[in-house]
Structure formats: C-alpha cells, structure tokens
C-alpha cells in the first residue's frame, strides 16, 4: 500500500519561509520513472501544481513561482521536501503531496495517490 | 505553458442523470490527460490517466475521452458519491497544470 503524508508549520508570519516534509512508504524514489510532486490549493479554489521531483533528481518548479521554490528528496528517510520562501496571506492554502505514477507504453503521468494535505495560513 | 480550460465551472444535475465535463487544452497534449474528483475536506481522487483508462476501483459509471487538445469526462448516471468537484490536469509538458475545476452539485 503506497501512502504519502505531508508536515510541517501550520501558521506563518509574512516573508518567512516555508518547509514542508512529504514522508512517504510503499514506494521507493530509486525507481526509474518515480516522482514526487506537490500541489497546493487555497481555500475554495481550484488546484495548482507547485514542483515535481524525478528519481534522477531531476526537478521541475512552476514558471510563475520557481524563483521562491526548492524541492529535494532524501531517498534513505523516504522524505520529499518543499521550501518556499518570502511567504505571503496568498499563499494561505492547503498543500498535498502525490506520488508520481507513469505508463511506460505511451509515457503518460498521473498523480496517485495523495497524503491528507496540510493547511498553512500565512497571517500577521 | 500550456493552459487547461475546463467547462462549465458548476453544474447542478439529479441522481441518475447522464453528465459530461469538458476540458480543453491551448495546445495539443495527445492523451496526456488525467482528471481527478475532489470530495469537500478531502484529497483528490485519479479518476482517469491517458485520457480514457479507467483507474483501478473507480466505477464504470465514469468514463474518459479525447486526444488533442478536446475531452470529455462522462458520468453515465450519477450517483448520489458523485457530487463533488472534477479537476483535469494535463501531464503532456513537464510542467504539470490542472483546469479550474468543475463543481458537481444537486439540483
């Protein structure tokens, strides 16, 4: 059973930086093809894919937000973490982290499965 | 990037009936499309991958179609589970990008 779970603060000042940790299981990120993402949703709003880590270490970071994101993996904890930094009130959203499922034949790509999410409010 | 548009952003049908939801893409993506259902408080959910597969426990009720850049998302008879939010995501460019969302609701 592959399950992932997101963690980490709750509530931020502005400007601070945020790090979530994605800790997931029955899957390892050594395998070709294997990927980690993570996508946020602010509260009522649709979905927003954030950043995409590879097996290879290859990333992948959203054009209009790459310049405040850093994704890493550390493969031994089984962990994917998410910075993002100069934290704004717009970025108050839930933030889940997905596996990234692959078909060889046609190399087509899906998120599958989710953790929970983790709500993070950024509030002076 | 390339841009997902879904169609319409609500739609209020009855248990039973047959609903469809439209996503367009501003390029083509050939069958590099996945949607997803989304309950209130909870994660979403792959319904379909590629288009038109079927993920593994998802009812047939629910059914995908299309390539290019034009496709659907059917539910052949709703069920009362089914009122929820439906979002496609096209998986074609390495940069992932979902639609706005489609909300399923009880007329």
């Known amino acids: 059973q592959i399950t992932l779970k997101e963690s980490g603060p709750t509530l931020l000042k502005p400007t601070q930086t945020l790090t979530l940790t994605c800790n997931f299981s029955?899957?390892?990120?050594?395998?070709?093809?294997?990927?980690v993402g993570w996508i946020r949703q602010p509260p009522g709003k649709a979905l927003e894919w954030l950043a995409l880590i590879y097996w290879n270490d290859d990333t992948r970071y959203s054009p209009s937000l790459k310049s405040r994101l850093t994704i890493t993996k550390d493969t031994s904890k089984n962990q994917v973490v998410l910075s993002m930094t100069n934290m704004d009130p717009v970025d108050t959203a839930t933030y889940y982290c997905?596996?990234?499922?692959?078909?060889?034949?046609?190399?087509?790509?899906?998120?599958?499965?989710w953790g929970q999410g983790t709500l993070v409010t950024v509030s002076s | 990037d390339i841009q997902m548009t879904q169609s319409p952003s609500s739609l209020s049908a009855s248990v039973g009936d047959r609903v469809t939801i439209t996503c367009r893409a501003s390029?083509?993506?050939?069958?590099?499309l996945n949607w997803y259902q989304q309950k209130p408080g909870k994660a979403p959910k792959l319904l379909i991958y590629a288009a038109s597969s079927l993920q593994t426990g998802v009812p047939s009720r629910f059914s995908g179609s299309g390539s290019g850049t034009d496709f659907t998302l059917t539910i052949s008879s709703l069920q009362p589970e089914d009122f929820a939010a439906y979002y496609c995501q096209q998986t074609y460019s390495t940069i992932y990008t979902f639609g706005q969302g489609t909300k399923l609701e009880i007329k």
């Open positions: 997905a596996r990234r499922g692959f078909g060889e034949l046609l190399g087509t790509a899906w998120f599958d499965p």
């Open positions: 390029r083509s993506i050939s069958v590099y």
């Open positions: 029955g899957f390892s990120l050594n395998t070709g093809g294997v990927g």
